[in-house]
């Protein structure tokens, strides 16, 4: 049986991102379940060209973005005329045209189309043209039952073309690094995490301006920010003019903010929308109460007054009150932190997701 299967992803440019993980777990822990995998990028990236992946990941087209994506059609055909793969899995939409081109012009294979986020950040005119490429995707995987429903209703996909593969992460426990001692902070702080990337989308100024409310109430409160965008010097003008220098710190985009994650006390993540967010998985792996906005699939993550809060999008007062009441209740963190871990154990763990992926693709491929 051929069991090869195509991961074909819009651009690679890091591993700290969420999809950039999850294809990451995908390439170690597929192979282990009867399955070959190769990674194409539509478009090359200096991370690509270093070497910074630790897999091979092929580059499909090069020079004007205006033809990326016909190179990449040209490039997976003469691929898959050689060694056809099974299955191809697309992520983002250059990637989707790039599958479903190839698969019609090399011999029809079944695609399956992730689906990462809510819809509602695609332009009209990119919609029109992913409907026509949905005719031709076998299956659309995506990470959370409401990023499903939006689908569905979005794309006029039915139900039986949808299924659910919520990120996994590996949940074992992650010891503490040392960034409470190289930054001079005690152990009396209560110390809150924010992952996310600084885009408007993320709504960081919000939970800024939430935690300075907080922070008014509890000085013992500091915040860490972990990610990076085009919105960080704003968010560090905010912070000055909050009076929160010192409280507050920038810690920029990594892929290995688990040893920080396991020195906090809260995770926090105020985001106007979100497929399923694999920085709310990190904060419950890592034992974290959490406070979120309401949006996307944090609520199949997280059970409100059980594993964190939830808060409706756009109250920044009753954010900042749900996290001045675990600021200040060392035993309410402590019992919806080891209730959140639990649940990311059972739910949420890279071996459950890996699993259910190969259940996926055996569906599709026999």
Request: charged share 25%; net charge neutral.
């Amino acid at each position: 049986m051929n069991s090869r299967i195509a991961l074909v992803i819009g651009s690679l440019e890091s591993l700290a991102g969420g999809t950039e993980q999850h294809v990451l777990a995908l390439a170690e822990g597929l192979p282990g379940r009867g399955f070959d995998v190769d990674i194409s990028c539509v478009a090359g990236t200096t991370f690509v060209a270093s070497g910074g992946a630790p897999f091979p990941v092929r580059v499909l087209a090069s020079g004007r973005r205006g033809r990326w994506r016909l190179e990449s059609v040209r490039s997976l055909v003469a691929d898959w005329r050689r060694e056809r793969p099974a299955a191809c899995v697309a992520y983002f939409d250059d990637a989707q045209f790039a599958c479903v081109g190839a698969s019609i012009l090399s011999g029809a294979l079944p695609v399956l189309a992730a689906r990462r986020n809510l819809g509602v950040l695609r332009a009209r005119h990119s919609l029109v043209e992913v409907k026509l490429l949905d005719r031709f995707v076998s299956r659309f995987v995506c990470n959370a039952d409401a990023v499903r429903r939006d689908v569905e209703a979005r794309e006029g996909i039915p139900s039986k073309r949808t299924v659910v593969l919520y990120n996994g992460i590996d949940t074992r426990t992650v010891p503490p690094g040392d960034w409470r001692a190289a930054h001079g902070i005690g152990p009396d702080a209560v110390l809150v995490a924010c992952v996310a990337g600084h885009r408007p989308v993320k709504g960081v100024d919000g939970f800024l301006r939430a935690f300075a409310r907080a922070a008014a109430d509890y000085p013992q409160a500091v915040c860490v920010l972990a990610g990076d965008g085009p919105q960080r010097g704003d968010l560090e003008a905010q912070v000055r003019d909050s009076g929160l220098t010192g409280r507050v710190f920038f810690e920029g985009r990594s892929a290995g903010v688990r040893p920080l994650l396991a020195e906090c006390q809260v995770g926090a993540l105020s985001s106007h929308s979100e497929g399923f967010s694999t920085a709310v998985v990190e904060y419950m792996a890592a034992e974290l109460p959490t406070v979120l906005t309401d949006v996307g699939g944090n609520s199949e993550a997280v059970r409100e007054g059980v594993d964190g809060f939830l808060v409706p999008d756009g109250n920044e007062a009753m954010f900042a009150e749900r996290l001045t009441r675990l600021l200040r209740d060392p035993a309410l963190r402590r019992s919806m932190g080891e209730s959140a871990r639990e649940r990311a154990r059972i739910r949420f763990d890279r071996e459950v997701m890996l699993d259910r992926m190969a259940e996926i693709l055996r569906e599709v491929t026999h």
